[in-house]
C-alpha cells in the first residue's frame, strides 16, 4: 500500500515513527501520525490543521497533556456519582503517579525500546488504530477518486469518531474529527 503514498505523505508516516521516538512511546498511533501530518507545511490536509491554528507545538502538548480527561468529562462523570479526582487519586495510590496520564498501546505489553537522549532506532510498532487509519486514508483516496494517497488523505484517514483517543486529542486543540473533515474536504473543493 505503500507505494501509492506520495512522497509528503510518506515523510508524514516517517515523521509519526521519529515523534513517538521522541516522545518515548514504544507504538506509533494515529496521535503520531497527525504530528506526522502537522509537521508536513503547505501539503493539503496540513494546510488546513495550520489554518485551525493546530501546530506541532500545539499538537505535541495535547498528545503529551497530562490529563486525558477534560471538564465536560468529569462533569459528564459526577451525573453518574463518579468522582473522577477520586477516581485518579485511588489509580495512582495503587499504580503511580500518572497511572492514568496515557493511554496503553494495544497488543502486548511495551517493552522499553530505547532511552532517552537520543536512544536506539529500534523498531515501533503501529498500533492497531493507527493501521485502521492508515487503510481508512487509502479508501478516503478512493472516494476522492485520487490515484495516490497524499497527506490530506491520511489526516482524512485519522479522524474515525470512534477513536476516543484522537478525539481527545482534538478536543484539546479545540476542534474535533467531524468538524476538522469539514475542513479538509472544503479546502479541497476549493482548491480543485
Same mark, same amino acid.
Given at each position: 500500500?505503500?507505494?501509492?503514498?506520495?512522497? /509528503?505523505?510518506?515523510?508524514? $508516516?516517517?515523521?509519526?515513527?521519529?515523534?513517538?521516538?521522541?516522545?518515548?512511546?514504544?507504538?506509533?498511533?494515529?496521535?503520531?501520525?497527525?504530528?506526522?501530518?502537522?509537521?508536513?507545511?503547505?501539503?493539503?490536509?496540513?494546510?488546513?490543521?495550520?489554518?485551525?491554528?493546530?501546530?506541532?507545538?500545539?499538537?505535541?502538548?495535547?498528545?503529551?497533556?497530562?490529563?486525558?480527561?477534560?471538564?465536560? /468529562?468529569?462533569? !459528564?462523570?459526577?451525573?453518574?456519582?463518579? /468522582?473522577?479526582? !477520586?477516581?485518579?487519586?485511588?489509580?495512582?495510590?495503587?499504580?503511580?503517579?500518572? !497511572?492514568?496520564?496515557?493511554?496503553?498501546?494495544?497488543?502486548? !505489553?511495551?517493552?522499553?525500546?530505547?532511552?532517552?537522549?537520543?536512544?536506539?532506532?529500534?523498531? $515501533?510498532?503501529?498500533?492497531?488504530?493507527?493501521?485502521?487509519?492508515?487503510?481508512?486514508?487509502?479508501?478516503?483516496?478512493?472516494?476522492?477518486?485520487?490515484?495516490?494517497?497524499?497527506?490530506?488523505?491520511?489526516?482524512?484517514?485519522?479522524?474515525?469518531?470512534?477513536?476516543? $483517543?484522537?478525539?481527545?486529542?482534538?478536543?484539546?486543540?479545540?476542534?474535533?474529527?467531524?468538524?476538522?473533515?469539514?475542513?479538509?474536504?472544503? /479546502?479541497?473543493?476549493?482548491?480543485?
Amino acid at each position: 500500500m505503500f507505494e501509492r503514498f506520495t512522497k /509528503d505523505a510518506r515523510e508524514a $508516516v516517517v515523521s509519526a515513527q521519529e515523534e513517538a521516538r521522541a516522545l518515548d512511546h514504544a507504538w506509533i498511533g494515529p496521535e503520531h501520525l497527525l504530528l506526522g501530518v502537522v509537521a508536513r507545511t503547505g501539503a493539503p490536509g496540513a494546510r488546513t490543521l495550520a489554518r485551525l491554528g493546530i501546530t506541532p507545538e500545539a499538537c505535541r502538548a495535547a498528545i503529551g497533556s497530562p490529563r486525558p480527561f477534560d471538564d465536560g /468529562d468529569a462533569e !459528564a462523570l459526577r451525573a453518574f456519582g463518579i /468522582d473522577l479526582e !477520586a477516581v485518579r487519586g485511588r489509580a495512582e495510590d495503587a499504580f503511580g503517579p500518572g !497511572a492514568l496520564d496515557a493511554p496503553p498501546p494495544a497488543g502486548p !505489553a511495551p517493552r522499553r525500546l530505547f532511552g532517552r537522549g537520543g536512544g536506539t532506532k529500534a523498531h $515501533v510498532p503501529f498500533t492497531r488504530r493507527a493501521k485502521k487509519a492508515l487503510e481508512r486514508s487509502l479508501r478516503e483516496a478512493l472516494a476522492l477518486r485520487d490515484r495516490r494517497i497524499g497527506v490530506e488523505h491520511v489526516l482524512l484517514g485519522i479522524l474515525d469518531a470512534e477513536d476516543e $483517543v484522537t478525539a481527545g486529542v482534538l478536543r484539546r486543540l479545540g476542534t474535533d474529527p467531524a468538524t476538522l473533515r469539514s475542513g479538509v474536504l472544503a /479546502d479541497l473543493a476549493q482548491a480543485a
